[in-house]
C-alpha cells in the first residue's frame, strides 16, 4: 500500500504526466536530426558575430592608453549585454513560431493523429509534448548565451535584474508565440500559412496594439507618458522589455511592469493551449470515425473523391506550370478572407491614427509604413520558396514527380511561378500603398519605379535560393530556418562583418562598410522613400515675406549623397547581382533533383 501510494504521489508530481512519451519521442527524434546542431551552431555564430561586433565599435584594438581601455569596458559591457538581450529576445521568438508550425499538421495530415487517440494518450499530452519539445529547442539555444551574459557582466554596469527580466520576457513571449503557432498547425499543414499567420497575429497584438494603446491614452485620456508607459508594459514584452533598456541607460521614469506582463503572457498562452487541445481532440474524432483533413473543406474532402455534378477541370500548356498556377494559397476560404481583412484592416487602423495625428504626410510615416510592408513580402517570400519541393517531399509526391518525362528546368520553372503567385497577394500591400499615397500627393511617382526594381531583384534572389534549400532539405522547418538564415546573413551579416574588418584595420579599411550597406533593399527602400516622401525639405524665407520651397535633388545613401542617376546605378547593380546569383541556385536546385532521392 505504501509503495502503491509513493508510485501514486510521484504520478501526480512528475511533469511527465503531462507530456506524456510523445514529449521523449520527439526530443529523440529531434536529437537525431542534423538539422537541430547546424540549428545550434547558427545561432552561436550569430551571436559572436554580434558580441565582436559591439565590442570592436566599443573598445577599438590600438586606440587610446591603457586606462581609457579600462574605462571603457563597462560601457562595452553594458552595450553587449543590452545586445545580448534583445538578440535573442528575437531569434527565440521567431524560432518559436517556425519550429512548432508542423506540430500538429503533420499528425493531421498523416492521418496519425486519430490512431493516437485510440491509446492512453490524451490530446492534452500530444498538445503539451508538442510543445514542450519545440519550446526544449527554444531553451537551449537561449542557454547557449547565458555564459556569454556571465562573463561579460564582470566587466560591470549591468545588474542581475535586468539579464533575469529579459531572459523571463524571452521565455514568455517564446512560449505565447509558439502556442499561437501550434494552434495555428491544427488548422493547416502548410508551414508558410502558419508562420505568415503567426507573425501577423503577433504584429498585430504587440506593434499595432502598442501603436493604438498609446493614442488612446495621449489623445482620448490625456495621459502622460510617465502614466501611460507602465500601463503599456503590464501587456506589451517589447515595451516592456524597451523600458528595462531605457533604465541602464538613465534613471528610472517609471515602473517597467515586467513581471505582470510575463504573468499575462503565460495566461494568455494558457487559454490559446487550451483551445489547441479542444481542436485537437475533435480532428482526432472526426478522423476516426472517417472525417477529413483539417485543411481540406467541402464533400471532395470528406467523400474522398470528386462530387458528382463536379466538371474536371482539363489540363492545358505545361501540366506542372498548369498545377503550381491553380493551387490556392489557402485551401480554406475562411482563412483567405480573415488573412486579407486582417491585413487591410491593420493598415486603416495605421492610417488613421497616422491622420488624426497629421502625420500621413510625414517622411518617417512614410518611411516605416513601406519598410515595414517591404520585410513583410521579402519573409513571406522567403518561407513560401522555401517550402515549394519540401511539401512535395513530405506528401511522398516528389518521387512520382520525378518518375515523369518532365526535365528538370520545367519543375524549376513552374515552381518560381508558383512560388510568385503565392506571394503576389502580400506584395499587392506594399504596391497599393504606394499607388495610393502617390495618387494623394504625398510620393513621387518615380517610387514606383524604384521599389518595383527593389522588389523584383530581391524576390527573384529569396525564390532561387528558397528552390535551392528546399531542394537539398527534406524537412519544411529546416529549409524555411535556412532561407531566412540566409537572407539574413547577406543582407545583415554581411555589413556587420564588414563593419567589424572596418574598425579592425583602421586607418586604410579594407571594406568600406557604408558601400556594403548600399546594396541591400531595406537601405535601397529607404534612401528612395525618403527622396519620394520629403520633397520640400529646403525653405527659403525673403525679405518681402515670400517663401519658396525647392525640391531636393540628391538622394542620401549611407556613403554619402548621389543624384538621381547614380540611385538607379546602385539600383540596377543590384538587380544585376541578386537575380545572378538566384538563377545560380536555381540552376543547381534542379541539378540536385535526382540526386538522393528517398
Known amino acids: 500500500m505504501v509503495k502503491k501510494a509513493l508510485t501514486a504521489t510521484w504520478r501526480m508530481l512528475s511533469p511527465t504526466w503531462l507530456t506524456g512519451p510523445i514529449l521523449g519521442k520527439e526530443l529523440r527524434v529531434s536529437a537525431r536530426r542534423r538539422r537541430s546542431y547546424a540549428l545550434r551552431s547558427l545561432y552561436t555564430a550569430g551571436l559572436l558575430a554580434f558580441v565582436a561586433g559591439v565590442w570592436v565599435s566599443e573598445v577599438p584594438y590600438g586606440r587610446g592608453a591603457g586606462v581609457a581601455q579600462v574605462t571603457r569596458m563597462s560601457e562595452a559591457g553594458k552595450t553587449i549585454v543590452m545586445t545580448v538581450v534583445w538578440f535573442q529576445f528575437c531569434a527565440a521568438g521567431l524560432l518559436a513560431i517556425v519550429l512548432p508550425s508542423t506540430a500538429v499538421g503533420e499528425e493531421v495530415y498523416r492521418r496519425t493523429l486519430g490512431v493516437l487517440m485510440t491509446t492512453p494518450i490524451t490530446a492534452l499530452q500530444i498538445v503539451l509534448g508538442k510543445l514542450a519539445s519545440r519550446m526544449w529547442q527554444v531553451l537551449t539555444l537561449v542557454a547557449i548565451s547565458l555564459p556569454v551574459l556571465a562573463v561579460v557582466r564582470v566587466f560591470g554596469g549591468v545588474p542581475w535584474d535586468y539579464v533575469v527580466a529579459g531572459l523571463c520576457l524571452t521565455l514568455a513571449t517564446a512560449l505565447f508565440l509558439a502556442s499561437v503557432s501550434l494552434l495555428f498547425s491544427v488548422f493547416n499543414r502548410h508551414a508558410y500559412v502558419v508562420i505568415v499567420a503567426t507573425l501577423l497575429t503577433g504584429g498585430l497584438l504587440f506593434g499595432l496594439g502598442a501603436l493604438g494603446a498609446v493614442y488612446v491614452m495621449a489623445e482620448l485620456l490625456d495621459m502622460s507618458e510617465s502614466e501611460g508607459m507602465p500601463l503599456l508594459a503590464l501587456g506589451n514584452p517589447m515595451a516592456s522589455l524597451a523600458v528595462l533598456t531605457e533604465q541602464l541607460e538613465r534613471p528610472p521614469r517609471y515602473a517597467s511592469n515586467w513581471a505582470p506582463c510575463c504573468t499575462v503572457l503565460l495566461g494568455a498562452s494558457a487559454v490559446v493551449l487550451a483551445a489547441s487541445v479542444g481542436l485537437v481532440r475533435?480532428?482526432?474524432?472526426?478522423?476516426?470515425?472517417?472525417?477529413?483533413?483539417?485543411?481540406?473543406?467541402?464533400?471532395?474532402?470528406q467523400a474522398g473523391g470528386v462530387p458528382w455534378g463536379r466538371r474536371i477541370r482539363r489540363i492545358h500548356g505545361p501540366p506542372m506550370l498548369w498545377k503550381e498556377l491553380r493551387q490556392p494559397v489557402l485551401r480554406r476560404w475562411r482563412w483567405r478572407i480573415g488573412l486579407a481583412a486582417g491585413a487591410v484592416v491593420i493598415l486603416l487602423i495605421t492610417y488613421g491614427i497616422c491622420a488624426a495625428e497629421n502625420a500621413l504626410d510625414d517622411d518617417d510615416v512614410q518611411i516605416g509604413c513601406v519598410v515595414t510592408l517591404l520585410c513583410l513580402g521579402l519573409l513571406v517570400t522567403a518561407v513560401v520558396s522555401a517550402t515549394s519541393i519540401t511539401g512535395e517531399k513530405e506528401s511522398r509526391c516528389w518521387p512520382l514527380l520525378l518518375a515523369t518525362p518532365l526535365p528538370s528546368r520545367s519543375i524549376v520553372a513552374a515552381k518560381a511561378a508558383g512560388v510568385a503567385r503565392r506571394v503576389a497577394p502580400v506584395w499587392a500591400l506594399l504596391a497599393g500603398h504606394v499607388v495610393l499615397f502617390t495618387l494623394a500627393g504625398y510620393l513621387e511617382g518615380v517610387l514606383m519605379v524604384q521599389l518595383a526594381l527593389i522588389v523584383f531583384y530581391s524576390a527573384t534572389f529569396l525564390i532561387g535560393t528558397g528552390i535551392y534549400l528546399s531542394a537539398r532539405c527534406r524537412r519544411t522547418t529546416t529549409a524555411v530556418v535556412l532561407n531566412v538564415g540566409l537572407a539574413g546573413f547577406v543582407w545583415g551579416g554581411v555589413p556587420t562583418l564588414a563593419a567589424l574588418v572596418e574598425d579592425v584595420t583602421r586607418p586604410g579599411p579594407l571594406v568600406d562598410v557604408d558601400d556594403v550597406a548600399a546594396v541591400n533593399p531595406v537601405v535601397q527602400a529607404v534612401v528612395v522613400t525618403d527622396h519620394a516622401s520629403d520633397r520640400w525639405r529646403w525653405t527659403h524665407a525673403y525679405g518681402d515675406g515670400r517663401v519658396v520651397r525647392s525640391r531636393p535633388y540628391a538622394?542620401?545613401?549611407?556613403?554619402?549623397?548621389?543624384?538621381?542617376?547614380?540611385?538607379?546605378?546602385?539600383?540596377?547593380?543590384?538587380?544585376?547581382?541578386?537575380?545572378?546569383?538566384?538563377?545560380?541556385?536555381?540552376?543547381?536546385?534542379?541539378?540536385?533533383?535526382?540526386?538522393k532521392v528517398f
Open 282 to 301: 475533435r480532428v482526432a474524432l472526426r478522423q476516426m470515425i472517417g472525417g477529413g483533413r483539417a485543411d481540406d473543406d467541402g464533400p471532395a474532402s
Open 555 to 595: 538622394y542620401w545613401w549611407p556613403h554619402g549623397s548621389e543624384d538621381a542617376k547614380g540611385t538607379h546605378g546602385i539600383i540596377l547593380m543590384s538587380l544585376v547581382g541578386h537575380v545572378l546569383v538566384g538563377l545560380i541556385y536555381a540552376r543547381r536546385a534542379g541539378a540536385r533533383f535526382r540526386r
